[in-house]
């Protein structure tokens, strides 16, 4: 039987039913909706909550690690090279923080086709001298631009410029959290001390606001050449090599290839912050749960309406039977109703979840944790509405598929009889 | 004009709900090109059950069905269906118009089926058939919007639209009035002077049996006469 019959025949008993159609439909289009709109929202908290941690953590990590030596003297000598030395109480190696050789190893690494880009860091404790009060915390000393660049730096500064700390020199730019403990503002002199023990004043230009605020309450930035002076140490002084990927799929990879060509400690993200990934995971699954869950419960709205519909039209069914449609025709026909209902609503659903993404993406939503996030984050992912059809374009066909099977099976001698 | 066109051999059904009941036993009957036959008998002596076999709907029996020469008995649902849409039309006594489509496409829908002509040329057939019957005027109408003589006109226009080899009819005339009636069986004679159409009536009306060319008599599942 060609499609075009079918198709008519389905749209005749579709329009007769107008408004169960309509209920079916729209049972569809809600769920789609939802689905989209959940996924879409999920997807974009996902995206934010780990933009938190990777905007800020580099792919990989290079630096000297404070551990044992790997290789103890044992192990060199002739009579025990070949056993299995156990050696008790070792104590880390005494082994500068700084890299060496840091300006060689970061012009190499810059050359290499799968490197995005590099930014350098120094890291220090030291104490904020407050009054009576010193508080632990730490110094970064970095390259404004570069960690622009990179890590979207000027994207937490809530005050001030991130470039001042350039252009001014002894400058440093505070964590939120503790300039509020020491009551600073910008253009304010404060006094920090490193582990050397010379204090040092430096003037407020930016307060910075991570979001995590353990890290605002710690963190404070300088420049490179600050940190250098403020720690008494030369200018190629450098104690990590912070590396952006262009696949960030590739981390673990470069970084044991890293680790063997520049003999230095490689931290690739993925070891850094598994479970992020867990996390988003997670989100994801029931997301996922909640929305094929609506969409089955519109299948089974799908399946009552067409059952209804079927039971209603014995009588169609049994003459279009007794004048020459095999149970095959007839199953098709209330297939293509199934499947109409399914593609209609589903279409409709598809346009109104993005619909719905739009406008949560417009909702305010401002949290002092999040400096950037000004509305609610949607994750636009074109996949989602790929999902969706296919899940609606699914339910529906199994929705339509056992009444179709029970339309199919009517016996028109039994209806034609009865009458 | 001596062509058989539906051959009976031995036909035998039994119903086993609610207990075993034998209701057609060994009919063997054919039916030449061009015949006007009725089937009379009291209600329940099998005219109906016989008829539903006939028309290839009811495949639960034993014996053979020949329609134009080739035995039903191996065929399967779409093979049935497919000889059913080609060489049967159906009256029954209910008119069985679907409400949704318009007289004229009632009337095409087994003609669509088929598919042997395109569907312009299926659209004109259906208001010629329409027109044979006199209801073209109601062409576009929805079956509800007609009365039943008109109805159950329409169901005639639609067992023709194929040009069947046969037209079976289950009491087409059970829910008529005489006027109706009438004009149900002078349609049925034209068919069969003009047009030389087969056609088997199952009917319990004695007065409209007598007026066929050929009455075939059934008691107890066996034909009589």
Known sequence: MNFKLTWNIAVALLLAHLRQTIVAATGVTFSITMFIALLSFMGGLNKLLDGLVINRTPHIRLYNEIAAARHQPVDLTNAYRHSYNFVSSVKPQNKRLGIYNSKAIMEAIALDPRVQGLSPLITAQIFYNTGQVNITGLINGIDPNMENELFLFGDYIIAGKFIDLKNTPNSIILGKGIAKKMIVHLGDIIHVTPANGNQVPLKVVGIYQSGLEEIDNKQSYTSIATTQKLLDESNNYITDIQVKLKNITEAPKIAAYYRQVFNIDAMDIQTANSQFDTGSFIRSLISYTVGVTLLIVAGFGIYNILNMMIYEKLDSIAILKATGFSGKDVSRIFSTIALGIGIFGGLAGLILGFILSVIINHIPFNTTALPTIKTYPIDFNIGFYFIAGLFSFLTTYFAGYFPSKKASKVDPVIIIRGK | ?225
């Not at chain 2, 015949?35 to 009379?40: L, N, P, V």
């Not at chain 2, 010629?128 to 169901?155: D, M, Y």
């Open chain 2, 1 to 225: 004009m001596d062509s058989i066109i539906l051959e009976a051999l031995n036909i035998s059904k039994t119903f086993y709900e609610p207990k075993a009941v034998k209701v057609l036993r060994d009919v063997n009957f054919s039916l030449n090109k061009g015949e006007f036959a009725s089937i009379m008998g009291k209600s329940g002596c099998g005219k109906s059950t016989l008829l539903y076999i006939l028309s290839t709907m009811d495949t639960d029996y034993e014996g053979d069905l020949r329609i134009d020469h080739i035995s039903m008995k191996q065929k399967n649902e779409p093979e049935l269906a497919y000889v059913r849409n080609e060489k049967i039309g159906f009256v029954f006594q209910f008119h069985y118009l679907l409400n949704e489509f318009s007289v004229l496409q009632n009337v095409m829908l087994p003609g669509l089926r088929l598919g042997k002509y395109s569907a312009e040329e299926t659209e004109h057939r259906a208001f010629e058939k329409l027109k044979v019957l006199g209801i073209e005027t109601e062409a576009k109408k929805k079956p509800n919007q007609l009365s039943g003589g008109q109805k159950q006109r329409v169901a005639i226009a639609r067992a023709l639209i194929n040009d069947p080899l046969i037209i079976m009819a289950d009491e087409p005339t059970g829910n008529l009035d005489k006027k109706n009636t009438e004009i149900v069986f002078n349609i049925f004679n034209e068919l069969i002077t003009n047009y030389q159409q087969t056609i088997l009536v199952v009917t319990h009306d004695s007065e409209f049996a007598r007026k066929t060319q050929r009455i075939i008599e059934m008691e107890d599942g066996t034909i009589i006469n």
